[in-house]
């Protein structure tokens, strides 16, 4: 049972580049969640899905788009990477008791 | 009020003490309550669940005081091992719970 896994761990990107950031869960959660986080501002709520081919918008959705195509994948999408996007990227998926299990992160540079 | 507000801290205190932090929420409504532990440069881990009016596992209790809309986590024999970022964490108002709303964290370091 390896719970949430995310690549890659580490991405230098330069500005204008695109990448996808993969999710992957094995507990068969319904509800899946990405976040960035960066120094003093906490964790935010970039995307989340409630369920296999949905998807809404949390709280900083702009420049990034996500899909939910199988239950126990979350991609999360750059399209045209900006400087502002450097972050550590997490995911995560929830029980329905709103215990939230994170993966490890993802360390992105946008030069 | 802030949906979830903390006391950023730093704690800084030493091996075998008892520290308590504070988490105030604005929405009387709640339900459930979480702690979760964040060390450098790691992903945020569930430490603790809270549905009722606390929990305790081992050196770690938290309370909640619906009152006073607040929650607490007390570590008591602290450990430099505590040393880390302390989230709490509610279900989020107004998305009918399907997300979470994470405070900015209480730092804790512990010194021999």
């Known amino acids: 049972n390896a719970g949430v896994t995310q690549t890659p761990k580490f991405r230098v990107l330069k500005t204008g580049q695109s990448m996808t950031l993969l999710c992957a869960q094995d507990m068969n959660h319904e509800y899946m969640y990405w976040y960035r986080q960066d120094p003093g501002m906490g964790l935010r709520l970039i995307h989340y899905?409630?369920?296999?081919?949905?998807?809404a918008k949390g709280e900083v959705p702009d420049g990034y788009n996500v899909s939910r195509l199988k239950k126990q994948n979350f991609l999360l999408g750059l399209e045209s990477a900006a400087p502002s996007q450097t972050s550590v990227y997490f995911c995560?998926?929830?029980?329905?008791?709103?215990?939230?299990?994170f993966g490890p992160g993802t360390r992105l540079t946008v030069t | 009020r802030k949906e979830v507000e903390q006391d950023p801290g730093p704690f800084n205190v030493p091996e075998g003490a008892t520290v308590a932090f504070n988490c105030t929420y604005s929405?009387?409504?709640?339900?459930?309550f979480f702690w979760y532990r964040q060390d450098c440069r790691k992903e945020p881990k569930l430490l603790m669940s809270v549905y009722s009016s606390g929990n305790e596992d081992g050196r770690f209790t938290a309370q909640l005081n619906r009152a006073s809309q607040y929650i607490s986590l007390l570590i008591r024999d602290s450990k430099l091992s505590d040393s880390a970022t302390y989230l709490c964490v509610l279900p989020q108002a107004n998305q009918a719970g399907t997300a979470l709303i994470f405070g900015k964290g209480t730092t804790l370091s512990v010194s021999s």
């Open positions: 929405n009387s409504a709640s339900q459930s």
């Open positions: 899905s409630v369920g296999e081919g949905t998807t």
């Open positions: 995560a998926s929830r029980t329905s008791n709103y215990e939230q299990y």
